[in-house]
């Protein structure tokens, strides 16, 4: 019963590098979402899907990029790494009205 | 602009009391409200579910929900230490039919000894 599952837990980045966040669900969710949640702050939504093949910005998608390609998969891109997207980074997915369910987070450091 | 309000606190209370934390949405449709409990450098868990107006209780908590007056509440009985954690209120975004929530900033609970 895995839920959401966010991998890695912890990366470091040096600055211009880039990565992909993987986040995969096992609940047959059409609804996936991408938050940044910074110290002692709300979520904010960078990217969402409402289906394989369907993505759309949220309220902070400059510096990133999404696709999903399948029903269980949503990667999150970093292209060019900046010290303001060190973050922990939160994987989400529901059906309808129901509620999100999270993964555990990755959290991100980028020095 | 859809909005999610919360005082962020923090709330203060000591163990064995009534903890009360409330939360107003902007958005008439809304037609989900869930109370999320986040504790520090963890991802949020759901702690309650509600849809129509009146009180549900699970346990130690009660949700309230009044869609006239646009305002959720989440009171914890018998509050304990371990209830110290982030509240994060989360109200389903009306008419986008696409699941996704609007998040308040969260009330910070502390349950004192």
């Known amino acids: 019963n895995a839920g959401v599952t966010q991998t890695p837990k912890f990366r470091i980045l040096k600055i211009g590098q880039s990565m992909t966040l993987q986040c995969a669900q096992d609940?047959?969710?059409?609804?996936m979402y991408w938050y940044r949640q910074d110290p002692g702050m709300g979520l904010k939504l960078i990217y969402y899907?409402?289906?394989?093949?369907?993505?759309d910005k949220g309220e902070v998608p400059n510096g990133y990029n999404v696709s999903r390609s399948t029903t269980e998969d949503f990667p999150l891109r970093l292209e060019l790494a900046a010290p303001s997207q060190t973050s922990v980074y939160f994987c989400?997915?529901?059906?309808?009205?129901?509620?999100?369910?999270f993964g555990d987070g990755t959290r991100l450091s980028i020095l | 602009q859809k909005e999610v309000e919360q005082n962020s606190g923090p709330l203060s209370v000591p163990e064995g009391a009534i903890a009360s934390l409330n939360c107003t949405y902007s958005?008439?449709?809304?037609?989900?409200f869930f109370w999320y409990r986040q504790y520090s450098g963890k991802s949020p868990e759901l702690i309650m579910s509600i849809y129509s107006n009146g009180d549900k209780e699970d346990g130690r908590f009660t949700a309230q929900l009044n869609k006239a007056s646009q305002y959720v509440s989440l009171l914890i009985r018998d509050s304990q230490p371990s209830d110290s954690a982030t509240y994060l209120c989360a109200v389903n975004g009306g008419s986008s039919n696409t699941g996704k929530l609007i998040f308040g900033q969260g009330t910070t609970l502390q349950v004192k000894p």
């Open positions: 899907s409402v289906g394989a093949g369907i993505t």
């Open positions: 958005d008439r449709g809304s037609q989900s």
């Open positions: 609940m047959n969710h059409n609804y």
């Open positions: 989400a997915s529901n059906q309808g009205l129901e509620p999100q369910h």
